[in-house]
Each structure stands twice: as C-alpha cells, then as structure tokens.
C-alpha cells in the first residue's frame, strides 16, 4: 500500500511538473542566509551581497550563470550553476505542454518569487514576454526551481536553486526591482553558429545573438524592445559600432569554419538534457527518485545525451550509404543467368543467358528449345555426343552474326542486351 501511494505521488509529480503549487506553506527555507562559500566567492571578486543581479542560461551547455553589477555599473560573472534538467528540443517555446524551455529576453521581478514552491524554492522566468505574445504563443509557469524534474522549466537542485534564491532575495531587499533573464539555445560562439546554421531556428537564434552581443560589449543590462515579431536592442552609436563589428568578426570566424570543414548537424534530444556533471548520477540512479536529487524526470533520456544528426546542404538529414550497398544497388538490374551444360558454356563463354522464365507446363516449348533453336538433341536422352564432339558442333549451331530466321535472331539479340548491361554496370 505504501509503495502504491509513493508511485502515484511521484506521477502526480510528474504531471504538475513546473505548475509550482503552494505546496510547501509556512517553510522558512527561503528566509536562509547565502551559503559562506558563495560569499567569499563575492567577496574574492569585489562584490556585495546588495549588488543587482543579472541571469544568463543555456539549454545545449545545461549552465545558468548569476552575474552581479559592481560599482562601476558593468556586469560580472559571479557563479556559473549546473542545470540538472531541463526538457524539449533547441529551439523556443511555442504553446502550453509542448516541454520546452523557452528562449529569449526576461524580467523577474520580486513578485515572481515563490517561497512556497512545490519544487523547493523557485521564481518565474516571466514567459510568455511581448514578443511571445506578439507571435500569439501560449503557456505559463514557466520556473527555475529545485528538484530535477522539466517541463518546460530549469531544473536546478535544491541546494543550488537556495543559493540562487538568496542571492535574488538580497538585490531585491537592496533596491533592485527586477533582474534580466537571458536564455538561449546555447553559447553564441562560432563553433555552434557553423553547426546549426541550417536549423530552421537560426533567423531567431541570431536575432538573440545581437542582444547576446550587446551585452558582451556593454556589460550592462540590454535594454530590450519588440518589434515586426523581432527583438530590439537599444544602444548609442558607439556601442552598435562595437556590437557590428564583433558580429562581423564572429561571421568572419564562422566562414573559416565552414571553409574547414564544419559540417551542419541537428541535435535531437530524448526529451532535454543534464549537466555533464550529473549525467552518471543520473544514469545510475535507480527508477525515478534519487536521494540527493529527488524526483528525476523522464531518466531514460539524458543518459547518453543528445543524438547528432547530419545535415545535407539544404537542411535535410543527411542519409549515407555504404559503400558496398551501392555496389549492391549498381548490380540489381542485372538478370541472373540461367545455368547452362558445360560444354555450351565453354562454346559461348561471352553471350549471356536471358533471364529465367516462369516455369513452363508440359504443353509448351522447353525454353532452351527456343533460345538455342536446335540444340535441344543436346539434352535428350539419345546417346549423348562425345565432350570433344560436342565442343565441336557448338559453334555451328550457335546463332550466327547475321540469323537467317526469326527464332534464331531473337536469343542472339536479347543476350547482346543482356551483355552491354552487364558489362556497362560493371564499369560504372
């Protein structure tokens, strides 16, 4: 009875997966103190537990990153996070219950925050944003919470979504009134653009990549705007002079790629991935709870991770063959000969016999009566010839170049088809 409620609670689980109920009411884990090891991380790179935050993730790397604003106003990397598990495929989210992470710019604010999360701790991405809803894309509940179970969501462990959680509690306590979450597809370098550069996302992943550009050059905070169901980033002049000429560097490094040898590939995932620094923990653990990460999601799929598949020029899956099927299909149309007596075959060692014919009744003519015309006494029970006499008289009654009749031109012909096949199959 016990093991029945504890399967139908990890189904339940399952089912509400980043729906984020109360279900924790009146705990305090969100009122704990950020971890001593991640304030002398803060304290080691000049920074203060009051700073702004800032967040960036990536699905194909399975990281999140907390940067912090110093005094100087620009961003720093403070912390890069594992994510235990997220779901879907690259690529955005679309509609309700299609288990995809979304990707594009956010803003969390304080009221985002859920301290009650059935999921330990967790805040709200904020999707669906305006250019969601200017693609009328749906869904909701979109979190980064504890746990290891996805759908839809960044699923982080409950040790680092704590640490995540009291580091966006004490910018908000300072002043801060909504912190930028930035997720992408993944790392915007050229290796990744080369290989994707025939996903039918890449317009938007690129669209992306000029805020992701933005930010790298300013290290602030991009100021984000919607538009024609585009992203755009505002910048003075200077800054969009920087940003156009790192993009037209990393085009740059892209084509070197490509002109190397990058191949473009496509990515398919059983239903998201893991950290690589989870994926033998995972891949050991035993049905669908683990005791360090709790309830895992859909296990079967992240053990060997993603499964990459080649891409032909115009974007489609790229089917090889090998070399000794296509020796195979070269030959099919070839008949197969028919077996013939020893001595006519060594008369005839060139001309190919025709293709078997359907067997014949005993009403009708034998086949090798009409293909040899006369050579049929070869085959009858009389006394047989001798093998020399037999070599000799083959030659004579072979057709000749130029048949006198009808049913002797018809083999003849039919085999010299039969042979320039043959041969020029060979050849090829």
């Not at 409950?158 to 306590?173: G, K, P």
């Not at 300013?218 to 705007?225: G, I, L, N, W």
């Not at 001595?343 to 293709?355: D, G, L, M, R, T």
Request: glycine fraction near 6%; charged fraction near 20%; proline fraction near 7%.
């Amino acid at each position: 009875m016990l093991k029945r409620f504890a399967l139908a609670a990890s189904l339940a689980l399952a089912l509400a997966a980043c729906q984020d109920e109360n279900l924790a009411r009146g705990s305090t884990r969100h009122l704990a103190p950020i971890p001593p090891a991640a304030m002398a991380l803060m304290s080691a790179k000049g920074m203060s537990k009051d700073d702004p935050i800032l967040i960036r993730a990536y699905k194909k790397e399975s990281e999140l990153e907390v940067w912090k604003r110093g005094s100087n106003g620009k961003y720093a990397l403070l912390k890069t996070y594992p994510v235990c598990r997220w779901s879907g495929q690259l690529g955005p989210k679309t509609r309700e219950g299609d288990r995809q992470v979304p990707e594009g710019f956010y803003t969390v604010t304080p009221a985002q925050m859920n301290p009650n999360s059935a999921y330990y701790l967790s805040f709200d991405t904020g999707y669906p944003n305006a250019y969601d809803r200017s693609l009328g894309r749906n869904g909701g509940d979109i979190m980064v919470h504890g746990s290891c179970s996805s759908r839809g969501c960044f699923a982080m462990t409950d040790q680092n979504i704590a640490e995540i959680y009291a580091i966006a509690r004490e910018a908000f306590a300072s002043g801060q009134r909504g912190f930028q979450f930035q997720a992408y597809p993944f790392r915007m370098t050229a290796e990744n653009l080369a290989k994707h550069r025939l996903d039918p996302n890449i317009a938007f992943w690129k669209n992306l990549k000029e805020g992701a550009d933005t930010f790298e050059v300013t290290k602030e905070e991009v100021q984000v705007a919607v538009a024609n169901h585009r992203y755009q980033f505002g910048r003075d002049a200077s800054v969009a002079e920087a940003v156009m000429q790192k993009q037209r560097a990393d085009e740059q490094d892209v084509a070197e790629l490509i002109a190397k040898g990058t191949k473009p590939i496509k990515l398919v995932y059983h239903d998201g991935d893991t950290h690589e620094s989870f994926r033998t923990a995972l891949a050991n653990a035993s049905g669908v709870s683990d005791s360090k990460l709790g309830y895992v999601s859909r296990i079967e799929g992240i053990s060997s991770g993603p499964q990459q598949i080649a891409l032909d020029d115009s974007g489609r899956e790229k089917i090889e063959t090998p070399p000794t099927a296509l020796a195979f299909a070269s030959m099919k149309e070839v008949p197969v000969e028919a077996p013939q007596p020893k001595a006519v075959a060594a008369a005839q060692p060139v001309a190919a016999a025709p293709a078997a014919a359907p067997a014949t009744t005993s009403e009708e003519t034998p086949f090798y009566k009409k293909m040899f015309g006369g050579v049929a006494d070869l085959f009858s029970t009389s006394s047989p010839q001798p093998a020399a006499e037999t070599a000799q008289a083959a030659p004579a009654m072979a057709p000749a170049a130029a048949p006198t009749t009808k049913a002797q031109a018809k083999p003849q012909k039919r085999a010299e088809a039969t042979t320039g096949v043959k041969v020029a199959q060979i050849r090829n």
